[in-house]
């Protein structure tokens, strides 16, 4: 069975597919994922130029992202089909990932997949794209399980939170805000998906949040989606990428204390020991799984 690449994913820049000054700017970036947007962030009578505009710069830049992906639009809309074909067929070497916006149901991915498959086969591409799923409405995240399970081509599912609170018919000021709840208003959702996705080898990612003069507010979302368990956050403004690099990057004290407890704990068993206390903390076999985690991020940002 094919299996996709693991990939570092703690930010993802969104790109306007249709503002070449900003495609310009995000191809020099060395975040580690950068998408072009063919969905929200382009007017209807743009959705054309913008896929053509797309393709030029899959072909043409050196990318510097470990990652790069276009965002299409849904498969209810007329536009879907058309972006995938053009893109594939004329950029499909350069593209790593194509996020499918709206994924409510197992039919909406398996279209994607089946397409993505016929094409390569017709193209004769080598690499395998990869699929991203965006959860955004609330069907999808009642079917979370399902879709996240229902194709090997899935990389990651993300919680799109601006069409989710839509979807809802929660009333809020920006995308990503919580207005006058007095908790975590996006828990249940990221804990949720989180637990699809991790529950089928899948990266959950968190979506953005839009007041990018806001670095205290982002600051305390991306640390409430990584104590979840999320991989990593969106970023709508190359400033955002920092901050949330920084929260999803372990730190060099905790990478070398995981493998410190782990060589004790290796030691331990071959002792015949289960459990060991290093440092003054008990180590044994839970605690090891939650700190491999931990360092298996740290192999793929190569820290």
Known sequence: MPVQPNRPRRSALSVPGSAQKMIDKAAALAVDQVFLDLEDAVAVDAKAQARGMVVEALNSKAWAARCVSVRINDVATPWCHDDIIEVVTHAGAHLDTIILTKAKSVSDVRFVHLLLDQLEAKLGLTKRIGIECLIEEVEG??????????????????????????????????????????????????????????????????????????????LLEAR??????????????????????DVFTPSAQSIALARKQHAAYQQAQQN?????????????????????????????LGL
């Open 141 to 218: 995240l009642m079917q979370v399980e399902q879709i996240a399970a229902c194709s090997d081509r899935i990389e990651t599912l993300i919680f799109g939170v601006g069409d989710y609170a839509a979807s809802q018919q929660m009333q809020l000021a920006a995308v990503g805000s919580t207005g006058d709840y007095p908790g975590d208003l996006w828990h249940y959702p990221r804990f949720k998906m989180t637990i699809a996705a991790r529950g089928n080898g899948l990266d959950p990612m968190d979506g953005p949040y839009a007041d990018f003069k806001d670095p205290d507010t982002l």
């Open 224 to 245: 409430r989606a990584q104590t979840l368990g999320m991989a990593g956050k969106w970023a709508i403004h190359p400033q955002q990428v920092g901050i949330i690099e």
């Open 272 to 300: 015949g020991l289960g459990a060991i206390s290093v440092d003054g903390v008990m180590v044994d076999a839970a605690s090891i799984r939650i700190s491999q985690s931990l360092l298996n991020r740290a192999d793929i």
